[in-house]
């Protein structure tokens, strides 16, 4: 081999080498609940740095008023929907008719300007309803929104029934903030980051709660140093390519129907 070759042969060599030691991808989206309640909360949570997507109930005192802010600040906003065993004017029950459904999900979204798109706020009977969810999908499709999975119960149907139809779409992976605590918080995101790195994704989900956000406004900013890109939710779609994740199905397909 001449000099001049056995260079290139080196230098392609060495190229390789470091493309293959580059670390996989793990991507991290956050999503916060419940917001609209509370005006300290609502302003803390948006001065979190980053994508964090900001998912409003309609039936709070601030929903509208902070859908605006939150767009304004180019903030992803998207409409937390109450869902049985929710209450209150907006709620979808398995017993409501599909016209009224319809009517609480117009008015829902009036009341929830600039959202892009749709996620649970409780559901665990609703979201079990195949009927319901199927046409819940269809409509989102035609209005351009996309839908977030919250995963209340194992039971939940809605993201195959997104699937299905090829709605962009996602699944939640890990809540922060099931235990209320600063060190059970911090431990849950640590699952996310473990989780990320492990099958390139992870999806949280987690509230105003002081104590979360005690740990997120902390933890945020060192997620780059720990080798984890934090993306907006549409990004993860693309991402995800709605596909399920191993936790939710299998080959990419999820499990409930």
């Not at 049985?84 to 979204?109: E, F, K, N």
């Not at 922060?176 to 994704?201: F, H, M, P, Y």
Request: hydrophobic fraction near 45%; include cysteine.
């Amino acid at each position: 081999m001449s000099v001049l070759r056995c260079a290139l042969f080196c230098l392609l060599a060495g190229v390789a080498t470091a493309a293959s030691a580059q670390p996989p991808k793990a991507y991290l989206s956050l999503i916060i609940d419940d917001l609209g309640q509370n005006t300290e909360r609502d302003a803390r949570t948006l001065a979190l740095p980053g994508p964090v997507t900001l998912a409003i109930m309609p039936d709070t005192p601030h929903a509208s008023d902070f859908a605006r802010q939150a767009h304004k600040a180019g903030k992803t906003v998207i409409l937390h929907m109450p869902m049985d065993p929710a209450t209150g004017p907006y709620a979808w029950h398995p017993d409501v008719p599909l016209p009224t459904l319809a009517q609480r999900l117009d008015a829902a979204l009036v009341k929830v300007p600039f959202a892009a798109g749709v996620n649970n706020h409780m559901g665990s009977r609703m979201t079990s309803q195949p009927a319901a969810m199927a046409w819940l999908m269809g409509e989102l499709q035609q209005r351009g929104l996309f839908f977030v999975d919250s995963r209340t119960s194992a039971a939940t149907v809605a993201a195959a029934k997104a699937q299905d139809i090829g709605l962009a779409h996602v699944s939640r992976d890990v809540f922060l903030d099931d235990v209320r605590t600063k060190e059970a918080i911090a431990g849950q995101l640590q699952v996310a980051i473990e989780l990320a790195r492990k099958q390139g994704s992870a999806v949280m989900i987690g509230h105003p709660y002081p104590q979360t956000l005690d740990v997120l406004e902390k933890q945020l900013p060192r997620l780059k140093s720990q080798g984890i890109e934090w993306i907006p939710i549409k990004q993860m779609i693309a991402e995800r390519s709605n596909r399920a994740m191993a936790g939710h199905g299998r080959n990419g397909v999820y499990r409930n129907r």
